[in-house]
């Protein structure tokens, strides 16, 4: 009986230490990737009426990943950006979405991808310093790809 409850109080302490070793690695591991260990991130959603294109000019044309396939609700990634699709009878084109690259290179390198659906050429935009041009997805949506032209804080 002793044998088996000093079993038992040893399994529990381990145990603990255990979890505590478990939640202090996530709080280092999120303080690393320069987050709050308490919030996990947001998804920006759009209604689509054309989830299988969009599914496609995402992940095939802008590299995108797709982070969660919920049948109907689509979440793609795109380096710390998660934005999603939902089938709907209806679609939002309200806002921007915009892809930034560390380089001008790779924004010029998107424009060779996507000329034939760019509003102009990539340019300078001196007020916001940064190089960008506009595009449209396949539903219409305005999508944005830019480069920051300063140096910018850990996200």
């Known amino acids: 009986m002793k044998k088996s409850l000093l079993f038992l109080i040893s399994l529990s302490i381990l145990m603990g230490t255990h979890l505590f070793a478990l939640n202090s690695n996530q709080k280092q591991m999120a303080m690393q990737n320069h987050t709050d260990p308490d919030k996990n991130g947001g998804i920006v959603f759009f209604k689509t009426t054309k989830l299988d294109s969009l599914h496609d000019f995402y ?7 797709l982070w969660l ?38 924004v010029d390198s998107m424009y060779q991808k996507f000329e034939s659906i ?8 001196e007020k916001f310093n940064i190089y960008h041009f506009y ?13 920051f032209d300063h140096e910018l804080k850990p996200y």
């Open 135 to 147: 595009a449209k997805d396949p539903e219409g949506r305005l999508i944005e790809f830019q480069y």
């Open 59 to 65: 992940l095939d044309q802008v590299g995108c990943e």
């Open 118 to 125: 760019a509003q102009a050429p990539p340019k300078m935009n």
């Open 69 to 106: 396939d919920q049948g109907a609700c689509q979440i793609f990634k795109h380096g710390n950006m998660l934005f999603g699709f939902c089938r709907s009878g209806e679609k939002d084109q309200q806002g921007v979405i915009t892809f930034f690259y560390p380089t001008r290179a790779q």
